[in-house]
């Protein structure tokens, strides 16, 4: 007996659609490795009608003053409490993710996120005007950019497609947004919503696969690609955008070095690091996944960490003592389990390394140790439960193996030694560096990294700032 999968459709120009030429593709719950809906597999005439859709609206959302952009944006975040559950529903069957922990952990941000940019709309900066030559009178203007071609990604659909549209709205422009091919679910829901709030046009959604993203990147019409994803993705886009010299935002791969010093409190790193290694099944480019031990006290952090590993649990969503759901599709369950599968004969498995269930994607919370700094595990990105272990002599290696690889985004130091701390935060060449945690996010704080993790900023005024451009003013005292 089948189940009649739901139909999920585009959101173009203030209404649903489905694809023009009619093709779909099948969208599969990770908990369960079942398709429960399908979406439509866009194609050129699709990204078309979006970005002309879009076009049409800018004018008028450019021109709103600031106070109206920012009453918008308050009203979708009171929508998305309003309607919390409804979008908990939809991010779980995209993803997995446990139900207890997506109401906790992401609507709270996310809300919070819509909120801060609501109040940045009307906080535009420029330098005061004034007289740098005489009978001239300079001044600036900060303008929005125009469309916004914008691709989110797998790991966090919700509070992705937010740190994407938030910003851009705010700032006066319209956007094209194109969710995973895995994950839509939950934006197209978020369509329904925003687009009872704002002018038809402002906000648009096409679902698709990457062909559909690159056809969105190398349309004429946006004037800013903007993607959250892999580096080969932005490699792509950012190649792609070159050929008409779009502005372009990249934030891509990350392979955080967490650092514990000799004087660290073992068992609360152990803590703050196994929950920011695991949370979200690794699947966060922040995540603490690289670990980084005094030769002092290697022993003891690896039995502690993999004890605690043994104790965390992946399940299913309804699961409330679980940490974790499953990896979001087959192909990075293969990844994952890839990366085990071909570890040196040096390494050994501490705990975990192997696949739950043979019903979805779940794999188990998994520690390596005995690794080497040119080790495939130590280099690339594996973006799953796995925290790998190195042991380092002195402060100077610690440096030299947490910058040695291509990423940049983010970082943390564990240490009682505040000036240590303090050198460590200069020294380390990523985006962010925590002290003594991993992995928190506000939105008045910029996310971003350098590197292959890319460039441009996510959250706070430095990423508003990114959906703006500037224009120099100047007008003759004497007319």
């Known amino acids: 007996m089948s189940t009649e ?9 203030g209404e649903f659609r489905d694809a023009a030429d009619g093709r779909t593709t099948e969208v599969v719950n990770p908990a369960t490795g079942e398709a429960y809906a399908t979406a439509p597999l866009s194609g050129q005439a699709d990204v078309d009608a979006a970005m002309a859709a879009a076009a ?12 109206e952009r920012q009453k918008a944006l308050l009203k979708i975040a009171d929508a998305f409490e309003e309607r919390a559950e409804e979008l908990i529903a939809a991010e779980v069957e995209n993803t997995g993710k446990p139900v207890g922990l997506t109401r906790s952990e992401e609507i709270p941000p996310m809300v919070d996120q819509i909120r801060f940019f609501a109040g940045a709309a009307r906080m535009l900066e420029g330098r005061s005007a004034g007289e740098y030559m005489e009978g001239l009178t300079s001044m600036i203007r900060r303008e929005p950019i125009g469309v916004c071609a914008q691709v989110a990604p797998w790991n966090y659909p919700m509070m992705m497609a937010v740190w994407k ?92 070095p967490v650092v514990v010093f000799e004087d660290t409190d073992i068992p609360k790193a152990v803590e703050g ?40 649990k992946t399940g299913m969503p309804d699961d409330e003592d679980v940490l974790y759901g499953p990896l979001n599709n087959p192909n990075q369950l293969e990844q994952v389990t890839g990366f085990i599968e071909r570890l040196p004969a040096h390494a050994k498995v501490e705990a975990g390394g192997h696949r739950v ?13 005995g690794l080497k700094q040119d080790d495939e595990i130590i280099q690339k990105e594996v973006f799953g439960p796995v925290i790998t272990v190195q042991s380092f002599r002195d402060e ?73 451009r500037i224009k120099h003013v100047m007008t003759s005292l004497d007319a």
Request: with cysteine; proline share 4%.
């Open 396 to 468: 100077d290696q610690a440096v030299e193996w947490a910058n040695g690889v291509e990423y940049a985004l983010a970082s943390s130091v564990w240490t009682k030694d505040h000036g240590r701390a303090m050198r460590m935060s200069k020294r380390l060449d990523f985006g962010c560096v925590w002290i003594n945690t991993h992995i928190p996010l506000v939105a008045e704080m910029p996310h971003g990294g350098f590197k292959k993790s890319g460039y441009g900023k996510d959250l706070s005024g430095y990423g508003f700032e990114d959906y703006t």
């Open 56 to 67: 049409a609206a800018f004018p008028a959302w450019r021109d709103l003053v600031p106070a």
């Open 273 to 312: 690091i196994s929950e920011a290694g695991y949370f979200n099944a690794g699947q966060d480019c922040t995540a603490a996944t690289r670990v980084l031990v005094h030769e002092s006290v290697h022993d003891e952090f690896v039995s502690a960490l993999a004890k605690a590993a043994a104790e965390i």
């Open 5 to 13: 999968l739901r139909r999920l459709r585009n959101y173009i120009d």
């Open 165 to 256: 549209f938030a910003p851009a709205l705010a700032a006066g422009n319209t956007v094209v947004l194109k969710p995973s091919d895995t994950t839509p679910a939950s934006t197209v829901l978020m369509a329904d919503i925003i687009g009872s709030i704002v002018p038809k046009g402002v906000f648009n959604v096409v679902c698709g696969d990457r062909d559909t993203g690159r056809l969105m990147v190398e349309h004429e019409t946006p004037a800013m690609a903007s993607i959250t994803g892999s580096v080969r993705a932005g490699m792509s886009v950012a190649e792609s955008a070159s050929k008409d010299l779009k502005r372009v935002h990249l934030e891509l791969g990350g392979k955080a």
């Open 357 to 369: 269930g043979d019903k979805g994607y779940f794999y188990a919370p998994t520690v390596v140790s």
